[in-house]
């Protein structure tokens, strides 16, 4: 019975392939979290070296960004979904959305420096790195948006639109919070890939943090949690003792990931529940 | 035709629709401008440097005017490819077996866990390869330093896992069931019927996969860079410290008076990628489109 043999074999090979892939990922957190959770202490955060401030321009820029990007992305992928009829001009959209998902992001991070730091001359600012940064979140806000308001069944769209109500309003009253849970997911989604991103920020918001503890201003340099990471295990300053700011970074990073992965999948759950609860009753 | 009554209703349906096709347009010109500035910035280098030089010297010391780009050419396909030969088959098999083996309680724990490592941030991928995986190359390929090709291989195959474990895993999905059912009945085993049906059904979602994730590989920049090595030599074993396009231009991008050859040179690099990266992208819309016509 070679063939049954030959079954039994692929079979316990794909199981074996599997639990690589997840031992892999348990080995990857126990060794972040086992090295870096111990100096996670308040000294770590507030000391001397502390990283309070890069922990701040973080979310300060990951904010930014999805202030800038949020209205052009959604936008464009309510076009795409709901108006864009079927031609070229719809077309050659959907390639620059699908290109510009697939350009690299130390590409971004170049594009960026060209415009922020050199032809406006504003220097390493978190201003131009959240702007860039907006860029890398502009293609998955797209396809997001777009997946999830095509999710929504048709019928909604012509009750809507027999009863008269014009298109915006079908679009806020209904097809909008219909697609809500989808939207959140996407957004969550977009907001833990930008909080890691470093090549974009490197070039743009420059790898120094303020002298003013949580400087709002936009024209300040802002250094990232990811980019410190980078910049304490490539070129480790003598004298400081990096490699534990490193492995505490790396820790806080994990941790932030974990969080953002919970956070995708527990609102939009209570949200899907909430809305067909809505809807039954 | 009558008019319809022009009330702010029917004005503020307008402007919804003109600032969403603005959106989607502005969407198409910043890809626009990126292609023209970098595309720019990156060919000006060829006023000082010949083509031929370009890509075919491997000799890059841009302080005695020499500009061959030839190393980081192959340090970037030869780690792409390590990765893929890693990772691919690993992630495929990954994908099988969500698709068609796992018991519905181990995929309730893979997919968000594949979905985690998705979410791990490139620097976090090069801090992990500091600190462990250099040292296990540096054993298994009895080098010095242990940084080179196989340890930013390596990092990167583990990258691309969950490119090709969820994309492939799609398509396998989205095959009509009467094909499992067709080959099961013919009495053919599991294994058979995903090895001879399944799986060629499914061949060009797949190879969009393997185009996204190698999209990807040779893109990536800080995890990359963190294992590479860093050092302007043509990759001649996988041991031994070299550089890629995206480590070089974190390197030197810094050091370099913007305008300068050397500076465009390092936008060129970042030029190659960007074609690489929209080829790449032309190849999974033919892929995409044989697998429609099917």
Same mark, same amino acid.
């Given at each position: ?143 997001? #948006?777009?997946?999830? @308001?095509? +999710? ?6 012509? $009750?809507? %639109?027999?009863?008269? &109500?014009? =298109? ?16 959140? #997911?996407?957004?969550? @989604?977009? +907001? ?6 470093? $090549?974009? %920020?490197?070039?743009? &918001?420059? =790898? ?20 410190? @990471?980078? +910049? ?50 | ?294």
């Amino acid at each position: 019975m070679k063939a049954h043999q030959a079954n039994r074999f692929a079979s316990i090979l794909l199981w074996i392939g599997a639990v690589a892939i997840l031992a892999l990922l348990v080995a990857f957190l126990a060794l972040i979290l086992g090295r870096g959770l111990p100096y996670l202490t308040a000294e770590f955060f507030s000391g001397s070296d502390g990283v309070r401030g890069q922990l701040f321009n973080s979310f300060y820029i990951l904010f930014l960004s999805l202030i800038f990007s949020l209205p052009i992305g959604l936008g464009a992928g309510i076009y795409m979904a709901e108006y864009a009829p079927q031609n070229r001009f719809t077309d050659l959209i959907r390639l620059s959305t699908e290109s510009l998902a697939s350009v690299p992001s130390i590409v971004f991070g170049l594009f960026g420096m060209i415009v922020f730091v050199n032809m406006f001359g504003l220097g390493f600012t978190i201003l131009g790195g959240s702007a860039t940064l907006a860029l890398l979140n502009l293609p998955i806000l797209v396809r997001v #948006t777009e997946e999830s @308001l095509r +999710a929504v069944p048709r019928s909604y769209r012509e $009750a809507s %639109l027999a009863l008269g &109500a014009t =298109m915006w309003q079908t679009l806020r009253k209904v097809i909008l919070p219909t697609a809500l849970p989808g939207l959140i #997911t996407g957004i969550t @989604l977009v +907001a833990g890939r930008a909080l890691g991103e470093t $090549a974009i %920020l490197i070039f743009t &918001a420059g =790898m120094n943090v303020s002298r003013i503890l949580f400087d709002v201003n936009p024209l300040a340099a802002g250094e990232t949690l990811a980019v410190h @990471l980078f +910049a304490v295990k490539s070129n480790p300053l003598p004298g400081t003792n990096s490699d534990q700011i490193a492995d505490g970074t790396a820790a806080l990073l994990i941790l932030m990931v974990i969080v953002f992965n919970l956070c995708l999948s527990i609102p939009s759950r209570w949200l899907q529940y909430r809305l067909q609860g809505k809807n039954r009753g | 035709m009558p008019q319809p009554t022009k009330s702010w209703v029917y004005y503020n349906d307008r402007l919804a629709r003109y600032l969403f096709i603005s959106s989607a347009v502005l969407v198409s010109l910043i890809i626009i401008c990126i292609i023209w500035f970098v595309g720019m910035q990156g060919l000006s280098t060829f006023r000082e440097v010949s083509f031929l030089e370009f890509f075919t010297s491997s000799k890059w010391s841009p302080d005695s005017g020499q500009y061959g780009a030839l190393t980081f050419i192959a340090g970037s396909i030869g780690t792409t490819l390590i990765a893929i030969l890693l990772g691919g088959p690993l992630g495929l098999a990954g994908a099988v077996f969500l698709a068609e083996i796992a018991p519905p309680w181990v995929r309730a724990i893979m997919r968000p866990a594949t979905d985690l490592f998705a979410g791990i941030p490139s620097v976090v991928y090069g801090y992990v390869g500091i600190t462990v995986i250099v040292g296990f190359t540096r054993k298994i390929t009895n080098s010095s330093t242990g940084y080179g090709m196989l340890a930013a291989g390596i990092v990167l195959a583990i990258m691309i896992l969950p490119t090709v474990i969820s994309l492939s895993e799609d398509a396998l999905r989205s095959l009509p069931g009467s094909y499992k059912e067709a080959s099961l009945a013919l009495g053919a085993t599991r294994w058979q019927t995903i090895w001879r049906v399944l799986v060629p059904a499914a061949s060009p979602g797949i190879l969009t996969a393997i185009i996204l994730a190698m999209a990807r590989a040779i893109g990536e920049t800080m995890a990359v860079q963190m294992v590479i090595g860093n050092s302007p030599r043509f990759p001649d074993s996988l041991g031994s410290p070299t550089s890629t396009l995206t480590s070089n231009i974190v390197m030197e991008m810094g050091n370099t008076p913007y305008g300068s050859t050397w500076n465009n040179g390092l936008f060129m690099m970042a030029f190659i990628l960007l074609v690489i990266a929209l080829i790449m992208i032309i190849l999974v819309r033919t892929a995409s489109r044989k697998g429609a016509v099917r």
